[in-house]
């Protein structure tokens, strides 16, 4: 036992040292591996980088995925519940009617918006998804636009003021409201507030001409009771595919309904073209890779059929030789994957570096987890393998007189 383990251990130390010792032809195949591995790690790390990012933002771009109502209808609280059952339905919530949706922010004298909108919002809605909850009826989430025409920020107070006619006279109804998040444009372009379903339920109120708990007046009908039905919906699809569904359901139901059918068309041929040509990429640079490495290990194969030969007269069989030129392959391999994931993160910085600063939304455009990786590395170890394997099995087959003869 002692003496097999002893051989095996022999030839890996004898494999070792003929790579030192044909250290020139051992860096020549080193670079030619480099010269394929790293260009194939950046390109698949900008594909998981910014064309990912971009992928996933056009297919669930909040304005592609909503399903507008058109008019006013009477939706019921069933209503809703049924819409927010059906399994393409991603966000649903209470709409008024579009007059009143509209508000003036003001920060001050100067800095104010003027019919604004007012939409209503809560946990799951799309655009608000990445900002903080809203609990209470003197807060709102303000676009960017709206923010930087009031020069307001997160945790300033800023008033609404609606305005409404009754008994021929107009009244302002004033509130003042915390401004807790500030929504991206990319997200939200126009200038809008977000609120919560209360307090819009509250603009309505007073808009009817009702006294409002939060819009204080010393006129208006006294009725406590809020109506139980809504002219309309803010309601979204959970994916681009689901959106046509959902909307023929609403229109069974006798809603009519308007979606960005051709934008969802666009987005959708955008991705199919997308996917095809990474598809064809990879599909050319790993045929490409594995091109590269068998002409570089069967050549090296081929270089060695006399040591070959030599080997096997002096007594080493034929899958002690083959073990032999694997040990060789794997070590090459290992190498040149330690040396191109050194180019990789140098490669990596100046893409993030120089693009992120073009690219305001994709600060990361070239990324790959460390999974990513380890399948990069079994990959380069499973290609060198089978390649040595074959191009060995066909040296080793070769009887040893005749190798020499040729030699």
Not at 163 to 174: A, F, N, S, V
Not at 280 to 296: D, E, K, N, W, Y
Not at 314 to 321: A, C, D, L, M, T
Request: charged letters at 15%; one cysteine or more; hydrophobic letters at 45%.
């Amino acid at each position: 036992m002692d003496n097999v383990t002893s051989k095996w251990r022999f030839i890996i130390r004898l494999s070792l040292a003929d790579l030192c010792y044909d250290k020139k032809v051992s860096f020549c195949i080193i670079a030619s591996i480099i010269s394929v591995i790293t260009p194939l790690l950046l390109l698949f790390s900008l594909k998981y980088g910014v064309v990912a990012q971009l992928r996933h933002q056009l297919l669930n771009d909040p304005q592609n995925l909503e399903i507008k109502i058109v008019g006013n209808l009477q939706l019921d609280q069933q209503m809703f519940d049924w819409i927010a059952k059906q399994p393409e339905t991603a966000f649903v919530i209470p709409l008024t009617r579009s007059l009143n949706t509209q508000a003036d922010l003001l920060n001050d004298s100067s800095h104010f918006v003027n019919n604004a909108e007012v939409i209503p919002t809560a946990k799951g809605d799309p655009i608000t998804q990445d900002m903080p909850y809203l609990p209470h009826k003197n807060q709102i989430l303000l676009s960017s636009l709206a923010a930087e025409k009031m020069q307001a920020a997160i945790g300033s107070r800023i008033k609404m003021v609606i305005t409404r006619q009754l008994d021929g006279k107009l009244e302002k109804g004033r509130t003042e409201l915390e401004v807790i998040g500030i929504i991206p444009e990319v997200y939200y372009s126009r200038a809008a507030g977000f609120i919560s379903l209360d307090l819009l339920i509250e603009m309505e109120h007073f808009y009817d001409g009702y006294q409002s708990e939060i819009f204080l007046t010393g006129t208006g009908l006294t009725d406590s009771s809020y109506p139980n039905s809504f002219a309309r919906a803010r309601i979204y699809a959970n994916s681009l595919d689901n959106v046509a569904p959902l909307a023929f359901k609403l229109r069974e139901k006798n809603i009519e309904t308007r979606t960005q059918a051709n934008a969802i068309e666009n987005m959708q041929a955008i991705d199919r073209v997308l996917g095809f040509i990474f598809s064809v990429i990879a599909i050319t640079a790993i045929f490409g890779c594995i091109l590269s490495f068998s002409g570089s290990f069967l050549s090296n194969i081929e270089r060695k059929r006399k040591d070959i030969a030599f080997m096997r007269l002096i007594g080493f069989k034929s899958k002690q030789v083959m073990f032999y030129l694997l040990i060789q392959a794997m070590t090459l391999s290992f190498l040149a994957f330690i040396v191109s994931c050194l180019l990789f993160l140098l490669g990596n910085c100046a893409f993030n570096l120089v693009l992120g600063k073009n690219l305001v939304s994709q600060p990361i455009v070239s990324q790959l987890q460390f999974y990513h990786f380890i399948i990069a590395f079994i990959l380069t170890l499973l290609i060198s393998f089978v390649v040595v394997a074959i191009g060995g099995r066909g040296a080793i087959s070769i009887q040893p007189a005749e190798s020499l003869r040729e030699a």
